[in-house]
């Protein structure tokens, strides 16, 4: 059977291949430990669920606009406002099936064939798949583990070409937790304005789960403004992964291409889950809080304990909700010869599930996420410690 050529530039996620893996080894009755998706263990907010129901019992069910209903893109507007101190139209924004849809709209209508994406590793997996897909080339800068996973404004502009047409990060990062301030921001927007043909796409996904002060967006920088595109979405801070609810802010110019995109695809995001997302954004923040100060928790837990396995250097990842530990000291060991098989080592001996750095550009590290119990979390450190304290004999 002849597939699609475009199929033979991307991979299915490592995320998504581990979490699989897993499923299908407990359904063999091993008792596996999954710490490969990020996904919150915790129930979405009930104000929350109750919006959906009422949507429903009022006969909320029938096609939904392209781009979201007004209500919905208009609590996105306020929020932006509220939360960010950023000004957006409701002709500036508007909502798709997850954060991932809003990645791939919004690269689909900005990139041509050749063009270049500058992509600070480690990234999030799909990021240049998607680039591929759009017959793109990546280019990526290399955020180093002394530098907190983050980026300088040289190796910046050492990276810009003629062809650069994008660049697109993520902070909170997914996999490493780095934050940037509003300093490393400006540092970046003073390179940016000095190339005015480059668009730059912010994934702030993560901003809830914050450990050290206000979010920072670098669309807040008036210089700017009519090239950044901000993704976000419901998934992380509001535990709603299987409502599937993203949004774009961006130049109306975008959002009407990205629109025309979306509707010879999947058209509007369910009408259900929209006016629930409106309850999220307008209604009581407390229980986001409530999963921050878990998710802390958890982070300070395990940094510290991983700290004491011998050969793991660990940062103090401050958002998101993941540990990107290096395990340089590992390879070569056994049969170890990079991340990949390490991490296939602690499934096989430790039955702890995690995701190799390969898949995010760093083959030196791996990726753990804490969005589990903290017993849980105690428990898989417990089995790692064993595991590996058999490769240090």
Known sequence: ??????????????????????????????????????????????????????????????????????????AICDKFKRD?????????????TGAKQCLYNAIMSIINEGDEVIIPTPFWVTY??????????????????ENEFKITPQQLEAAITPKTKLFMFSSPCNPTGAV????????????????????ILSDE?????????????????????????????????????GWRLGFLAAPKEIITACEKLQ?????????????????????????????????????????AALREIKGFQVNNPP???????????????????????????LLDKAQVSTVTGDAFGDPHCFRISYATSLDTLKEAVKRIKEAVSILND
């Open 1 to 74: 059977m002849e597939l699609a050529k475009r199929l033979t530039k991307i991979e299915e996620p490592q995320t998504i291949k581990m979490a699989k893996l897993s499923r299908e080894l407990r359904a063999q009755g091993k008792d596996i430990i999954d710490l490969s998706l990020g996904e919150p263990d915790f129930k979405t907010p009930q104000h929350i669920i109750d919006a959906a129901i009422t949507a429903m019992n009022d006969g909320f069910t029938k096609y939904p606009p392209v781009a979201g209903f007004p209500d919905l893109r208009q």
């Open 84 to 96: 960010n101190n950023l000004d957006f139209n409701i002709e500036n924004v508007m909502v798709s």
């Open 128 to 145: 240049a798949d998607i680039v591929k897909l759009a017959d793109g080339n990546v280019v990526k800068i290399s955020a180093s583990f």
């Open 180 to 199: 940037y301030s509003k300093e490393e921001l400006k540092g970046l927007a003073d390179v940016f304005i000095k190339y005015p043909n480059i668009f």
């Open 205 to 241: 996904i993560y901003e809830h789960i914050n450990f050290v002060g206000k979010h920072e967006s670098i669309a807040q920088f008036s210089e700017l403004k009519n090239r950044v595109l901000i993704v976000n979405g419901f998934s992380k801070g509001f535990a709603m992964t």
């Open 263 to 303: 509707s010879q695809s999947t058209s509007g995001p369910n009408s259900i889950t929209q006016k629930a997302g409106v309850a999220a954004l307008n209604g009581d923040m407390k229980p986001t809080q409530m999963m921050q100060d878990a998710f802390r928790e958890r982070r300070d837990y395990l940094v």
């Open 319 to 345: 958002g998101a909700f993941y540990v990107f530990p290096n395990i340089e000291y590992y390879l070569g060991k056994g049969n170890i010869q990079n991340a990949e098989d390490f991490c296939m080592y």
